[in-house]
């Protein structure tokens, strides 16, 4: 099971590649503009993060863009920046037209903003590497999301697709563990939810119980 982090803060992504050992990173056009820079620049800093690795990252085209044509330039452009980067595009016809040029050159596509199971048939049968399900979009909305994480994981082993399913907008540690028992290659999930998730209440009570039996004159 992997772990990303979806971010554009370069400090977070240093800290989480340090301390948490994470396997990648996932990046949209709202963390970029979190991250008060020119895009070009952003995803540049964050590539050097992770330079002679073989940890991805994910970077989002123009959500303008509609055409496979630009799609597939605009990928060739960026992965020329960087080989760790996977081309995050929207869901779409004109992705799953361009998936399979850009994989003719060796230029891998994370599929987001799926939100049905045939959108992720028809990625991974086209060829992406990533698809990116939004668990937490769906369940804002009152949607049950253990079974749409199943069905992804089922349709992906029965006819032993290579595409990873990159379960997305993860807002709990709950969301993460619900992902990896269904089978999910891969979690994506903000600074703060990591944090908040490897922690427990239980854990900083039982330290604190702990500390309190301590005695460092009986050390030895
Ligand atoms: C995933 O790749 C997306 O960047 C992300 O999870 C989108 O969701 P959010 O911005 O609402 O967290």
Redesign the pocket.
């Known amino acids: 099971m992997k772990f990303?982090l979806?971010s554009a803060h370069v400090h977070e992504i240093a800290h989480a590649l340090d301390m948490w050992h994470i396997d990648g990173v996932?990046?949209?056009p709202?963390?970029v503009q979190a991250s008060g820079k020119p895009f070009l620049t952003v995803i540049r800093e964050i590539a050097q993060l992770v330079e002679g690795t073989p940890k991805t990252v994910?970077v989002?085209v123009n959500p303008y863009l509609n055409d496979w044509q630009e799609m597939v330039a605009e990928g060739e452009r960026l992965s020329a920046i960087s080989p760790n980067f996977v081309i995050?595009l929207h869901c779409s016809e004109a992705a799953f037209k361009a998936i399979p040029i850009l994989a003719s050159k060796d230029i891998n596509v994370?599929v987001?903003l799926i939100f049905s199971a045939v959108q992720a048939l028809q990625a991974m049968r086209v060829g992406a590497l990533y698809v990116?399900p939004?668990v937490?979009?769906k369940e804002a909305n009152a949607e049950e999301t253990i079974s749409f994480v199943e069905d992804l994981v089922a349709i992906r082993d029965n006819y032993g697709f290579d595409t990873e399913i990159?379960v997305?907008?993860?807002?709990n540690g709950r969301q993460i563990a619900d992902a990896a028992v269904a089978g999910a290659n891969i979690v994506?999930?903000?600074f703060s939810v990591y944090q908040e998730a490897f922690d427990h209440p239980y854990t900083r009570d039982g330290l604190a119980k702990f500390q309190g039996f301590w005695d460092q004159s009986q050390y030895e």
């Not at 997305?168 to 807002?171: F, L, S, T, Y």
Request: aromatic share 12%.
């Open positions: 990303f979806d996932t990046t949209n709202r963390h994910s989002e995050k994370n987001t990116s939004f937490g979009w990159l997305a907008a993860v807002r994506t999930a903000g």
